[in-house]
């Protein structure tokens, strides 16, 4: 792209101006003169300041000029002869660069690969990844906050597939001296003038207000010319800025916001010219301006206008030098060579190092270019960027001070290319080994967090969160460096590490014992201490403190030298603090006979500290010391005498002890602050640096002391010494309750103490081995998807946390459903691991996982006890551990807590505690077994926990044993959960004792102990039987008495129950149809053969106040809640604006597009309408009291949410039964002789013409004799009449006023306009909403492949029934005149003449619209003025017939015209009677078309065509009339298999199988109607290609196709354009999923006026896209916007899911992601069954965030 950049401005330009022999000429000037500074610095001075002038960075005409005068003269100098030649030969000799290198923008897409990549920071652009081996692997997708590069091609990131396809080839910068390779005069040349320009460079943009231009550039005279120049800062919001700048300098709003827009973009912007005294007015004006009305004034320089010149010109300069180097690796080199060249003899930096510490001082926009020129200039090459790192490193501490001043963000900052330096493992190394990076690092930390110190301590009471923020990016600085270890020591390493080291124990010194907190007694603390900064600072460190034990442990001499340092310091820590208890006596504690002496200290009663990072980092390197061994060389560097163990397990002990303080609700009185300290301490994010350490620390400590005073220590920092070594037992409840707590919290940490030996180098484990085992702890609570799995395991400085490695082993995967997440399953051969006393549980998962796996053990029907695992051995030193399980004080403590609960008198005992006793004796009695097992002699097994367990008065004199106790203890009821685990313990003594007896003689004391054993076991085992049969019988019993009084219940309440089976709860529909048809079923619904139906029987039951009703015309409304929608989910041409709507617009003719219908839908649930009416009245009177109260529902718009189901709607409508049909055969016969389609057709013209007429007399006359139908023949007014009239139903008050509801409510809605119920066009928006919803309905089915009658559930029936019987109702709502003048204009469309204006061709009429109306309008005709009547029964079929006749054969011809012109030439198809009629039928129209008509298609072509056209048609028509009339349809229209269907929808709808007969047998009509029809203008201009038409099927409409892979999506949103905007931000696009226009939501580029509002892209696009409706994809997002007019809206997850089935909003963990097709499939039929604006009102019931939005702003 630079290359194309350069080549256009060196063809381009105005030569005019200044041509390439003036510069020339002066190049010529500068040769021959003395120095070539001054020479290029006159030129400058001349012509800097006239170019440019304006004071703005914005490109403008101008720029040419600047570039033919200054920049080509400068090029000129450069090449020595014409630019544009010497690019074009530095680019022959130039090749393609390895490094891809590509800058990223905020919000562009990242991959990293996580199988290959060094680090997390190792990323691709698209481009590259899409070309790379990395797409195939476990890649991850990120956002990329601006600022960084691709690392393509950079051999030290990748293990694998360094480079892509496109730089694979590309030669590697290191190979040669490019610089070498250019001719040497230009290498002299490019020195010299980058020297000179880049030095004028950072003189410009470094100048300071006071000072005067260098030298050689002052102009001769200063003119009285300056800007005031405002200056971009993060505290001020644009419109904070807009408003100040309006009001400062008098300007317009728009003017004020382009200013704020450029300032933010550029950072600085000019926003006066004028005098300086006049500047400095505005200055003034925005100081104050901005001082009072935002207490902070904003930044603004008085500027001279030159400088603004030069320095705008140095940041084109800039620009250029990027382009000028990115062209040529030599030119590159040079560049470099000269930023980094520190003159000699001079203490002043290099020129780069010169800016880099102006830096933020810079304003935004030369930053920019800046640090644009720095990564593709120094970081493109080894060499230049080690020089580059090194000045970075020598500057860091004085750039990281500024950045925390700064305000600006860090993308902005020079700082952060740190990660490009430090992130390079060779580069850190070299830097750390070289020039103490890591001591600079951490004393760059010690002196930011100087300010928070306290007394030696940090201490975050008062900080700004901002600076803090900053000041922790130092902290990711150092985890760069410290990524990958070296490979091999040199003592110089070792050396400067350990020096990096000291310092930071110097830092963790600070932390040490920092914030701590006392127990408040009596008040509750009343200001909540600051914490979370500390926490905040330990997480970082996390990590930090893991890789220095790594980088530690890698070599032996390091290791044991940190071990000492880090024991050193600690120890001095320790010495600070007991300095200050120096006065404490020792005490002296007895018990079992062994003692300890130690100094007292209550946690309870003094300070106590969570932060103990020196004591855990020695912990974690005396894990590292075990696993290598040398823990035994430990003696040279830290004499045992030094080592005191007890000082050093201290701390961690408090801090434990305060764990179990806070369990026993000892702190509650220290408020949040504290509870949220202790959820953290065992968070997953810390707990390996805090809680683990603390274990591991015990650990060490039990490894090394005697356990009986290791557990004394523990008793008495516990404050438990007492309650075991003394029988007096405290009263006070509260007391006991929390001894009690106490006391499980003792056995649960020497539980873990023992147990716990997941650690490599505690524990003979693996790194899996662990990760395993917290999979298998997790997946026992429940099964959990894959992302809830990765958050809840401790992820290493890669963010991995190891799950793929051991998942499949463990678990099994079940896929998810349509909503919800696929989850992992433990496999059930795992369950034996699972350790109710896991450590790393919250009291709520080990109540859960308990309860879980007790559950899954008795439906197995086994032994409900859950004894501990086996643990893996310990490794090594950590052996002796175990002692404490054999030792004296914890026998004593153990046989205490049993004979408590034996005695069960004294409330000193828990069930818990019992539980965790049991647990720690099986423990004790595997690890005997395991030495017994092991084969050695007896002699040799120092455990004798068996013996002393069962030996009476082994802790004190005459005390029972543990073994009798626990036989005691099984019969104490309240431990009856616990007896399968008593059971498994004694079994476990069994076993114990026999292996005892095989190593040894048995004793007969033993056998008989023994025995008694063996029958206390079986009589056990009889009295469980015995029970369980007990119960069994119980059962049966019971389930017996149950089922008799069932019987009797459904005897005596036959009809009730039959009913309640029948219809559930809520409002189900029952229909019962008489079983007693009057005529047989013909299945067919039209004409003479109509079939019989008898009155429709609908009992329904309200859902609010649950009773039944008969459904009945004459009785009180029973309402359905409807949803009126408009709707372009049929549309067939979603470009069109929609037009029909508005108080001017004719609703009488759909357009055959469909472009926007419509919709009623409905839940199916119904209300009395009385109750309805109270329910609505309640909602509004309950939140008009509310204030700004959001509800999901606008009241005002009459909408509701539906009482049962909380969908929302927006009406109700009236159920209607259907009345019965009756012919009588004969009749029927005999008027089908008579009643021919012609005379029909008269008959109904002269009726029309006659109602007209009592209008109008005088015009009756006219029409008459002009009818030509009504002159051959003159039919009298009346004779329609006289086939059959019959007087109408009445309907109650009640129905009326509900219909008349729902008709203004579609009116209101299908119109956009208010309501007004006397409109004329209500009845015709009501047949619009029937036809409009019977098409979609038919659509639907189609799509999903179902038959066209049975497979609609019942509720959807019920309601579609619903909105045809109310609109055939129209007559009751709307006048008889009204209705008859509509009929009198569709008719038009087959009686010509009728005195209606309107002529629609036919081509732009919907027939199936068109046939709904005329049917519903048709009953009109029969009014009279005096008397009510409708058409009797025989009447309305004929009429039926015809209508339905007459609009299937224009719509055949409407078919012939637009959808028959592909035919397949060459192909013969079968020759039928009915594709011989098809083609004699064509014959005529292309008469009649005056052969415009020019192909002459194959007749079984036509008849193809004609036939797929139709059948949409057709199934919506027999969905019409089945639900008008009830007419029971032939069974093949309900059957699955599509075999007879076109023939059986001919059937039901009385057309014949070859539908042209129709024009064969109507010929008199039809010929001069298709004449008409023909000869339309716009018939004609069609036939001619002037105009487009919808064909026949309409396509249907389907989401737009999504790519299988998520990255595409990706792909194509960071190649779209915007071509509304000019900036190359990256947009947050949205793509239409209806019709796939891209949109910027929530940008200023697209936003566009709506009704003079300003609303966003999507909510734009949806106005007429989906008439208010949208489903849009945010691609950066990977989230559904679902939006719904002005204010609704909401998120969805995007129908994409990765391996795991699980969907990633935001991205947030960027695993690869596939297209769901069932998920897309739901979202289309979201769309298509139009329930868009439900989902919408679904989601923001559950999800109150939604509300915060501003949807018309997307
Ligand atoms: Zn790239
Ligand atoms: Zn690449
Ligand atoms: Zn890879
Ligand atoms: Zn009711
Ligand atoms: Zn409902
Ligand atoms: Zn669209
Ligand atoms: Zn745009």
């Not at 012939?1456 to 192909?1467: A, V």
Request: aromatic share 8%; glycine share 4%; proline share 4%.
């Amino acid at each position: 792209m630079a290359d194309e950049n350069l080549r256009e401005l060196n063809v381009g330009g105005d030569p005019g101006t200044w041509d390439g022999s003036e510069s020339e000429l002066v190049v010529r000037s500068w040769q021959e003169g003395v120095d070539l500074c001054s020479g290029i610095y006159q030129h400058l001075k001349e012509y800097v300041p006239p170019v440019f002038c304006s004071g703005s960075e914005a490109k403008s005409p101008e720029e040419n000029q600047a570039y033919q005068t200054l920049l080509q003269t400068l090029e000129w100098y450069l090449f020595g002869e014409n630019p544009a030649d010497g690019f074009a030969k530095l680019e022959q000799s130039n090749s393609s660069s390895q490094l891809c290198g590509r800058v990223f923008k905020g919000g562009e897409t990242t991959y990293s690969c996580r199988d290959c990549a060094i680090d997390p920071t190792c990323v691709l652009c698209v481009d590259c990844f899409q070309n790379s081996v990395h797409k195939n692997h476990r890649y991850k997708m990120n956002s990329s906050n601006g600022g960084g590069f691709c690392d393509c091609g950079d051999v030290e990131a990748w293990k694998t597939g360094p480079a892509c396809k496109m730089h694979e080839h590309g030669v590697s910068e290191d190979s040669a001296n490019p610089a070498s390779q250019l001719p040497v005069g230009l290498a002299e040349r490019t020195q010299q003038l980058f020297t000179i320009i880049f030095r004028y460079i950072v003189d410009m943009l470094i100048w300071t207000e006071d000072k005067e231009l260098p030298l050689g550039l002052q102009p001769r005279e200063k003119t009285d010319s300056y800007f005031c120049v405002l200056f971009n800062d993060e505290q001020h919001s644009p419109e904070q800025v807009i408003y100040s700048l309006q009001r400062s300098l008098g300007c317009s709003q728009r003017e004020a916001q382009n200013h704020t827009t450029l300032i933010d973009k550029e950072g600085r912007r000019a926003v006066k010219h004028g005098t300086l005294q006049s500047c400095q007015e505005t200055k003034l004006e925005v100081f104050n301006i901005t001082n009072s009305v935002f207490q902070s004034p904003l930044r603004v320089e008085i500027l001279h206008s030159s400088v603004v010149s030069h320095q705008t010109f140095a940041l084109r300069l800039l620009s250029w030098l990027n382009q000028v180097v990115s062209n040529s690796a030599g030119l590159r080199q040079i560049f470099c060579e000269v930023v980094l060249n520190q003159e000699p003899d001079s203490n002043q930096p290099c020129l780069i190092s010169k800016l880099m510490l102006a830096d933020a001082k810079l304003w935004k926009g030369a930053r920019k270019v800046f640090h644009e020129l720095i990564v593709c200039s120094l970081l493109m090459e080894t060499e230049c960027k080690r020089l580059f790192a090194v000045e970075f490193v020598t500057h860091y501490k004085q750039l990281q001070l500024e950045f925390v001043e700064d305000d600006h963000d860090r993308n902005v900052s020079v700082t952060a290319q740190s990660v490009q330096i430090f992130t390079v493992p060779t580069l850190a190394r070299h830097l750390i080994e070289e020039h103490d990076a890591l001591k600079i690092i951490v004393e760059t930390i010690i002196e930011l967090f100087s300010e928070h110190m306290d007394n030696g301590k940090l201490h975050f009471q008062s900080y700004s969160r901002d600076k803090l923020f900053r000041k922790q990016m130092v902290l990711y600085d150092l985890k760069y460096v410290l990524i990958s270890k070296p490979p091999l020591w040199t003592d110089r390493q070792r050396e400067h590490f350990l020096e990096g080291f000291k310092t930071f124990l110097r830092l963790l010194k600070t932390m040490q014992n920092m914030e701590p907190m006392s127990r408040q007694i009596g008040q509750h603390l009343e200001i909540e201490p600051e914490w979370e900064s500390a926490f905040t600072i330990q997480m970082l460190l996390k990590c930090i403190l893991s890789m220095i034990q790594e980088w530690c442990a890698s070599d032996e001499q390091v290791l044991l030298r940190a071990y000492k340092e880090c024991h050193r310091v600690l120890s001095q820590c320790s010495n600070e603090c007991s300095q200050r208890n120096a006065r404490k006596q020792l005490n002296t504690l007895n018990m079992c006979g062994h003692s300890i002496s130690l100094k007292r200290y209550l946690v309870s009663r003094e300070p106590v500290s969570i932060h103990l990072p020196l004591s855990r980092l020695l912990a974690g390197l005396h894990v590292h010391l075990n696993k290598s061994g040398a823990l035994n060389k430990l003696e040279e560097y830290v004499p045992s005498s030094e080592f005191q163990v007890e000082k050093l397990m201290d701390y961690p002990l408090r801090c434990l002890v305060l764990m179990a303080q806070v369990s026993a609700d000892m702190w509650r009185r220290n408020g949040f602050s504290l509870v949220n300290q202790v959820f953290c301490y065992r968070n997953v994010k810390w707990r390996e640096e805090m809680f683990d350490k603390d274990v591991i620390m015990l650990q060490i400590a039990a490894s090394i002391m005697d356990p009986n005073r290791f557990l004394m220590f523990l008793l008495s920092r516990f404050e438990l010494f007492e309650v075991f070594s003394k029988s007096s037992i405290p009263r006070n409840k509260d007391v006991i309750q929390q001894t009690n707590v106490l006391i499980e919290e003792l056995l649960h940490l020497i539980i873990i103490v023992i147990g716990e030996r997941y650690v490599p180098g505690v524990g003979h484990v693996k790194k899996d081995d662990v990760t395993l085992r917290e999979v298998i702890h997790l997946l026992c609570i429940e099964p959990m998807p894959h992302s809830e799995l990765a958050k809840s395991l401790p992820e290493n400085e890669n963010n991995e946390t190891g799950l793929e490695n051991v998942i499949h082993q463990v678990a099994t995967f079940k896929k998810p459903g349509l909503s919800g997440h696929g989850v992992y399953e433990l496999k059930p051969e795992y369950l034996k691991h699972f350790n109710l006393f896991f450590y790393h549980y919250y009291k709520s998962q080990q109540t859960k996982a308990e309860d879980e796996q007790k559950k899954r053990k008795k439906q197995s029907n086994s032994s409900e006890a859950l004894p501990p695992p086996l643990p893996p051995p310990f490794y090594s030193m950590f052996v002796k551990v175990i002692n404490i399980l054999n030792c004296d004080v914890l026998m004593l403590i153990l046989r205490t807590v049993l004979q408590r609960a034996v005695d069960s008198t004294g409330q000193l005992w828990s069930e818990a505690m019992v539980q965790k006793t049991l647990h720690l004796i099986c423990m004790a009695l595997q690890e005997e077994k395991r030495q017994l097992e092991g084969g050695v002699a007896e002699e040799d097994v120092n455990f004798d926990v068996y013996l002393k367990a069962t030996r009476v008065g082994s802790s004190a004199v005459n005390a029972e044993s543990i073994l009798s106790l626990l036989e005691k203890l099984r019969g104490v009821q309240q431990l009856d959960a616990q007896k399968d685990m008593i059971i498994w313990t004694l079994q476990m003594f069994e076993t114990v004792k026999k292996l005892r007896e095989k190593s040894s003689p048995c004793s007969a004391t033993e056998a008989a102990s023994q025995k008694t054993n063996e029958t206390t076991q079986d009589k056990d085992k009889a009295e469980r039987k015995r029970k369980a049969e007990a119960a069994k019988l119980y059962r049966q019993k019971i389930m017996a008495q149950m089922s008799a009084m069932q019987k009797n219940f459904i005897e005596s309440n036959k009809h009730l129950y039959e009913k309640s089976t029948e219809a559930p709860k809520q409002g189900t529909v029952r229909t019962e149809v008489d079983s007693t048809p009057t005529a047989e079923d013909s299945g067919v619904a039209l004409g003479p053969m109509q079939g019989a139906t008898a009155a429709e029987k609908i009992t329904l039951t309200c859902i609010l106040c649950q009773e039944e009703q008969e459904v009945k015309t004459d009785e009180m409304a029973m309402v359905l809640a409807a949803c009126v929608q408009r709707s372009t989910a049929l549309s067939n041409s979603r470009t069109r604006t929609i037009t029909n709507l508005g108080d001017d617009c004719d609703p009488i003719i759909m357009h055959p597009d469909l472009g926007c219908g419509t919709h009623v839908g409905s839940c199916g649930h119904v209300m009395h309408a009385s109750c309805w009416q109270k329910y609505f009245e309640a909602v509004q009177n309950s939140t008009r009291n509310r204030l700004h109260a959001e509800l999901p529902f606008d009241l005002e718009n009459g909408e509701f949410l539906c009482p049962l189901c909380k969908a929302l709607y927006n009406t109700v409508m009236p159920v209607i039964p259907q009345q019965a049909q009756n012919l009588d055969s004969k009749d029927a016969e005999t008027v089908a002789q008579i009643l021919t389609l012609s005379r029909w057709l008269q008959n109904v013209a002269a009726r029309l013409i006659g109602l007209n007429a009592s209008d109008s007399k005088e015009k009756e006359s006219n029409l008459i004799q002009g009818n030509p139908i009504a002159r051959k023949d003159p039919v009298e007014f009346r004779s329609i009449l006289s086939f059959g009239v019959q007087s109408p139903i009445k309907y109650s008050k009640s129905i009326v006023e509900m219909l008349l509801l729902f008709a203004t409510a579609v009116y209101r809605v299908g119109l956009k306009v208010a309501p007004n119920e006397a409109d004329s066009r209500v009845p015709l928006m009501a047949w619009n909403a029937c036809a409009f919803t019977i098409q979609s309905i038919e659509n639907i089915l189609t799509d999903e492949d179902k038959v066209l009658f049975g497979s609609l559930p019942d509720r959807q029936g019920l309601s579609l029934k619903a909105v045809l019987q109310f609109a055939a109702s129209q007559r009751v709502v709307a006048s008889s005149r009204v209705i008859q003048q509509h009929l009198t204009r569709l008719m038009s469309v087959f009686l010509p003449h009728l005195d209606v204006e309107d002529t629609w061709s036919i081509l732009d009429i919907d027939f199936f619209h068109l046939l709904v109306s005329l049917v519903l309008a048709f009953p009109s005709l029969y009014w009279e003025e005096t008397v009510e009547l409708q058409p009797s029964d025989i009447s309305c079929a004929f009429n039926n017939l015809y209508l339905f006749h007459l609009v299937t054969m224009v719509h055949i011809v409407q078919i012939l015209l637009t959808s028959t012109t592909d035919c397949p030439m060459e192909q013969d198809g079968e020759e039928t009677e009915e594709s011989q009629s098809a083609a004699e039928l064509y014959e005529t129209l292309r008469e009649y078309t005056s052969r415009s008509l020019e192909y002459k298609p194959h007749g079984w072509y036509l008849w193809h065509c004609v036939k797929c056209g139709i059948v949409p048609f057709l199934r919506c028509s027999a969905l019409f009339f089945n639900y008008l009339l009830g007419v029971p349809p032939p069974e093949e229209l309900s059957k699955d298999s599509p075999e007879g269907q076109f023939e059986a929808l001919c059937l039901y709808l009385a057309l014949p199988t070859n539908l042209f007969k129709l024009f064969q047998e109507h010929k008199d009509v039809v010929s001069p109607l298709l004449q008409r029809w023909c000869s339309d203008s716009a018939v004609q201009s069609f036939l001619k290609g002037e105009r487009a038409t919808v064909r026949y099927p309409r396509e249907r409409n389907q989401l737009m196709e999504l790519p299988e892979d998520y990255s595409c999506v990706l792909n194509q949103g960071s190649q779209y354009k915007c071509s509304r905007s000019s900036d190359d931000e990256t947009k947050n696009l949205a793509l239409c999923m209806f019709c796939g226009a891209m949109l910027c939501s929530q940008s200023q580029c697209c936003r566009e006026e709506v009704n003079g509002e300003e609303v966003g892209a999507c909510a734009a696009h949806a106005m007429n896209c989906g008439s208010g409706l949208g489903m849009f994809l945010r691609i950066r997002e990977c989230q559904v916007l679902l939006l719904a007019g002005k204010n609704r809206g909401c998120f969805i997850p995007a129908p994409y899911l990765d391996d795991y089935g699980e969907t990633d909003q935001w991205l947030k963990r960027g695993n690869p992601l596939h297209l769901c097709n069932e998920r897309y499939k739901k979202l289309e039929r979201l769309w298509q069954q139009h329930r868009i604006l439900e989902e919408i009102t679904r989601n923001q019931d559950t999800n109150q965030v939604d509300f915060g939005f501003e949807w018309q702003q997307f």
